[in-house]
């Protein structure tokens, strides 16, 4: 059972949108900053958000991270195949003194 | 460019144990933490720990406590993370991590840079 709570599956047409919640409490998400990681089948994770909303360099803007309160989220907009992935969410939660991950989203591009 | 190698995959024997080494270069290795997380077959991401490849210190998740040893050989700008008395569970993908952390690297920063992988197999 992890600590942060995602959906385990989303899915959307090519094109479209689709939002990833990442849920938690004020001993992670709520004081910390969030940041988000795209797995693609057979490869190691990849940072695509960082400090709750903010793009590495590379990443298109069609990603966006947003936060509130003990709540994150990752938006995927214009939808491609290539988007088919793992997405994990994860922060340093006060309370364990760990780092902590979602369980991961699988999203599926119909 | 940054680049975190990691070495082959592992097959090991329950109780025994693994060492696992993540070379780095295209960075000065010294100024950024090192994290290790793992993948069991078909689950999410675990967090074990870190090195701070400065210092040599560590803070491990408490799971790993007392099971885990992470070290690291500045010369060679390369981190260690050893596991011991492996189980059948501990059969997994170790990635290690780079954190960059503008501040606070105790418990701050985030993964921008991760090495391929490693799948350690523990079986009798």
């Known amino acids: 059972q992890s600590v942060l709570t995602q959906p385990p599956s989303v899915s959307a047409a090519p094109g479209q949108k689709v939002t990833i919640s990442c849920s938690g409490s004020?001993?992670?998400?709520?004081?910390?900053?969030v940041s988000w990681y795209q797995q693609l089948p057979g490869t190691a994770p990849k940072l695509l958000i960082y400090d709750n909303n903010k793009r590495p360099s590379g990443i298109p803007d069609r990603f966006s991270g947003s936060k509130s309160g003990t709540s994150a989220t990752l938006g995927i907009t214009g939808l491609q195949t290539g988007d088919e992935a793992d997405y994990y969410c994860?922060?340093?939660?006060?309370?364990?003194?760990?780092?902590?991950f979602g369980g991961g989203t699988k999203l599926t591009v119909l | 460019q940054v680049q975190l190698v990691q070495s082959g995959a592992e097959v090991k024997k329950p109780g025994a144990s693994v060492k696992v080494s993540c070379k780095a270069s295209g960075y000065t290795f010294t100024g950024y933490y090192m994290h290790w997380v793992r993948q069991a077959p078909g689950q999410g991401l675990e967090w074990m720990g870190w090195i701070n490849p400065n210092s040599g210190g560590t803070n491990y998740a408490q799971k790993f406590q007392g099971w885990v040893t992470m070290t690291r050989d500045t010369s060679i700008s390369t981190a260690y993370m050893e596991l011991s008395r492996l189980r059948s569970d501990d059969t997994a993908v170790y990635y290690c991590?780079?954190?960059?952390?503008?501040?606070?690297?105790?418990?701050?920063?985030?993964?921008?840079?991760w090495g391929q992988g490693t799948l350690v197999t523990v079986s009798s």
């Open positions: 991590a780079r954190a960059y952390c503008g501040g606070d690297c105790y418990s701050g920063g985030y993964f921008d840079y």
């Open positions: 004020s001993s992670n998400i709520g004081n910390n900053y």
């Open positions: 994860g922060t340093w939660d006060s309370s364990l003194s760990a780092r902590v």
